[in-house]
């Protein structure tokens, strides 16, 4: 030990003091999980619009008035949902497919309602494409990202068509929706984009974009495109947040199905749209704000039986919590 | 005893080995205690079994060597093009300006910034892959062979004349070896660089030329949760990077530099 130079007791005194004072930080900034703070994680577009009127009208914040509202907007599902692992997310938007894939690996989460279903679809501008049989290995398409609600659409349409649902697996360029629309409007490199409101009606106002498919068709029947799921740490150690959170979201529902014309000119605003527009959207065919949980079977059994996934769910307490509006 | 022990420290791979098994332990021992939720922080058996089973069913290969062949494109163009901008460089002054010009401009740019400016000009198929990868490895080459021309002595140049050196002479036997040491290191940088960007562009452009490459694998297990496939991903990048560094380079270095004395 004598060997040791000034230097080196420097040194070992400086990582010393450096190593405690990081440890203290760490024990500060882990204590965020703490009862009067919600943390609600959505994305962009319209099928997140009650989620607008919540913000806009502060639905949430006359039910919690002591409670601090934290709203991310996130790029994409996983983000959401490693936000969730990391629980810097209580309450997360996404759809149905992604949620299985987090329940799958053993994530601690669980449906808390529906959010909107929406006409989602693949467009191309291509005339010879009229369905995706006429798709060729060189047509490359668009969509968020792989194991998101329009790959998994994409694979179901697939394996009707081609009897193999991966068989469009290494066509696949992941955009965001707006940069997949930009791709599409500029007919170069994608042929197709599946995506959904505002993008899918502008797309197709363009001459000559047609859609190919339809979620619908791809699906044989309506489901729920967007839900919210929560955590069941904050489900369970902020049960009336949880409570209060819900009853926010079914009135901002209700608000948008009672009184389009003012929730229009609200959203347009968020959205930076015309009025006009807006109202066309969100009163369009196969547009509905519901808290009704709808196709969580389908899915289910469709990602099972392609491995996407390797679990089902034998009872809906598994994947639902308490009173959420379910329709096979 | 001490002569062992001095052996074993000063073999870099027993060393490298070494702290590779610490480093592992550590990681095990974290995951086992479950500080970490498992599914962000698996277990090394987990890890190791889902990068066994990417291998054996052959994509991981795959769609590794497609992403090294795209890097191997990338470098051997920006070589090229740097080989012709710093030689040019060294002959004209006017040409030195423009190239240093064109380096503070283009290289404080990271790729991905340039990234939706690349897919309105050349689209988002392998093209624009390699077109990041010749961007992210082209500047740090150019500045390391201006630096390696600019940094030998007159007095050689004069030495190989009085060895009755003609022009040709002089570049083959002294200006190349004298500078090979800077190419080297321009090299290992633009290598390093050329990774990171290749994963990077993949990542964002999918399945680019059919199957696609590491960075899509990688994405893909991240998109469906499949956390010791990603980190399988990883441990795969990690290895090839050391491959590259401890056998590539090493060799490259002991027939050159070394052999001549020009490093230690």
């Known amino acids: 030990m004598e060997k040791l130079t000034k230097i080196h007791r420097i040194c070992i005194v400086l990582i010393i003091f450096v190593i405690v004072l990081s440890l203290n930080g760490c024990t500060l900034n882990n204590d965020t999980s703490q009862n009067n703070e919600i943390r609600i994680a959505e994305q962009y577009g319209l099928a997140y619009a009650p989620l607008q009127i919540m ?8 039910r919690l008035p002591q409670t601090q509202i934290i709203w991310k907007q996130m790029g994409n599902t996983a983000a959401i949902r490693e936000g969730m692992i990391s629980n810097e997310v209580d309450i997360g938007f996404m759809a149905i497919p992604p949620f299985l894939i987090g329940w799958d690996k053993g994530m601690d989460w669980k449906i808390a309602s529906g959010l909107s279903s929406m006409p989602i679809g693949l467009i191309t501008y291509k005339d010879g494409i009229n369905s995706i049989k006429d798709l060729t290995t060189n047509d490359r398409i668009a969509l968020p990202q792989p194991g998101s609600i329009q790959h998994i659409l994409l694979s ?12 469009l697996d290494n066509q696949l360029v992941t955009m965001a929706h707006p940069d997949g629309m930009n791709a599409l409007l500029a007919k170069k490199d994608i042929s197709a984009h599946f995506t959904s409101p505002p993008y899918i009606f502008k797309e197709l106002d363009n001459e000559g974009f047609h859609q190919v498919l339809t979620g619908e068709e791809a699906m044989g029947k309506d489901f729920t495109f967007i839900i919210g799921v929560a955590t069941k740490e904050f489900h369970d150690m902020s049960s009336e947040t949880y409570e209060a959170f819900l009853d926010s979201l079914h009135e901002a529902i209700d608000f948008i199905n009672d009184h389009p014309q003012e929730a229009a000119s609200i959203l347009a605003k968020e959205y930076d749209l015309p009025k006009e527009e807006v109202l066309r959207y969100i009163t369009a065919d196969g547009t509905k704000y519901t808290s009704k949980v709808k196709g969580l079977e389908d899915f289910t059994d469709f990602m099972k039986r ?14 639902l919590w308490e009173d959420v509006n379910y329709e096979k | 005893m001490l002569i062992m022990k001095n052996k074993f420290i000063n073999n870099k791979y027993i060393l490298r080995l070494f702290w590779i098994v610490i480093l592992g332990i550590i990681w095990q021992v974290v995951a086992l205690s479950q500080v970490f939720n498992p599914t962000s922080f698996p277990r090394i058996e987990t890890i190791l079994s889902s990068l066994i089973h990417d291998v054996t069913n052959g994509d991981i290969i795959l769609q590794t060597l497609y992403s090294l062949s795209l890097i191997f494109r990338g470098v051997a163009a920006a070589l090229i093009i740097a080989i012709v901008l ?6 004209s002054q006017t040409f030195e300006g423009f190239v240093e010009t064109l380096i503070a401009i283009a290289h404080p740019l990271p790729g991905i910034a340039l990234l939706p400016l690349i897919i309105l000009w050349i689209g988002i198929g392998e093209g624009a892959i390699i077109f990041i990868i010749i961007h992210s490895v082209l500047w740090p080459l150019i500045i390391n062979l201006l630096t390696g021309f600019k940094s030998i002595p007159k007095i050689y140049k004069k030495i190989g004349k009085n060895y009755g050196l003609n022009t040709i002479g002089i570049i083959r036997y002294i200006l190349i070896p004298a500078a090979l040491p800077y190419f080297i290191t321009g090299l290992k940088i633009g290598w390093a660089r050329a990774w990171r960007a290749v994963i990077s562009a993949e990542m964002v452009f999918g399945a680019a030329g059919g199957i696609g490459g590491l960075g899509w694998l990688i994405f893909k297990k991240r998109v469906f949760m499949d956390t010791p496939g990603l980190f399988g991903g990883l441990i795969v990048i990690v290895f090839i990077g050391i491959l590259v560094e401890d056998i590539f380079f090493d060799r490259l270095e002991k027939i050159t530099i070394r052999k001549w004395g020009m490093s230690i």
């Open chain 1, 55 to 62: 913000k806009n009208k502060e639905i949430l914040k006359k």
């Open chain 1, 156 to 167: 179901m349409a697939s394996e009707k068509a081609f009897s193999d649902s991966h068989k």
């Open chain 1, 306 to 319: 392609n491995n996407y996934i390797s679990n089902s769910f034998q009872n809906l307490e598994e994947v």
């Open chain 2, 86 to 91: 710093s030689g040019l460089s060294a002959i």
